[in-house]
């Protein structure tokens, strides 16, 4: 596997609570590297384009008003298997159901606010990368 790239939020609950270093250590401490980051209040027709692939769940409405609803740190993650080994480290959406150690386990509030988001295979990373950093190379 060689280096990929990967696109990483830390969300409103997280930033909130002043946990944007913490949860960057455990993406470096795992020899990912952040290659490009902003800090950014989301406007609800950016939340809604970037989570159009979620448009008919019910919690559709509520994601996004929960992703405006404060800072987000966006950020692009380089490495070995960068997608799958960021997945890892967030543990699973649910932080109930979120290995011991994990991102979620640790700092997640609940399903909805869950601290960070992360693209879940290369081909959502390559979307979500561009849609947040048109420029990067
Ligand atoms: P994320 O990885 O950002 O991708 C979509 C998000 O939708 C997910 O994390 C959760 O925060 C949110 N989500 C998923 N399922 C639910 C749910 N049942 N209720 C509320 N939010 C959800």
């Known amino acids: ?9 830390i ?6 609570r002043n946990l ?7 993406f470096e401490q795992a020899g ?3 290659v490009a980051a ?4 989301l406007t609800p027709e950016q939340a809604g384009q970037f989570y159009i ?12 008003d929960y992703m405006c ?8 993650l380089e ?13 699973a959406t649910d932080p109930k159901k979120a290995a011991p150690g994990t991102i979620r386990a640790l700092y997640a509030e609940s399903i909805a606010a869950n601290a960070v988001h992360g693209s879940d295979s290369a081909e959502n990373a390559a979307t979500e990368v561009k849609f947040f950093f048109p420029e990067l190379k």
């Open 1 to 9: 596997m060689s280096k990929q790239r990967t696109l990483s939020i």
């Open 11 to 16: 969300k409103p609950d997280a930033t909130a």
């Open 20 to 26: 944007v270093g913490k949860i960057l250590g455990h």
């Open 32 to 34: 990912l590297t952040v």
């Open 38 to 41: 902003k800090m950014m209040t």
């Open 53 to 64: 692939i979620h448009k008919d769940r019910p919690f559709y409405g509520e994601l996004i």
């Open 69 to 76: 609803s404060g800072r987000v740190l966006v950020s692009v």
């Open 79 to 91: 490495g070995e298997d960068a997608v799958n080994l960021n997945r890892t480290l967030m543990g």
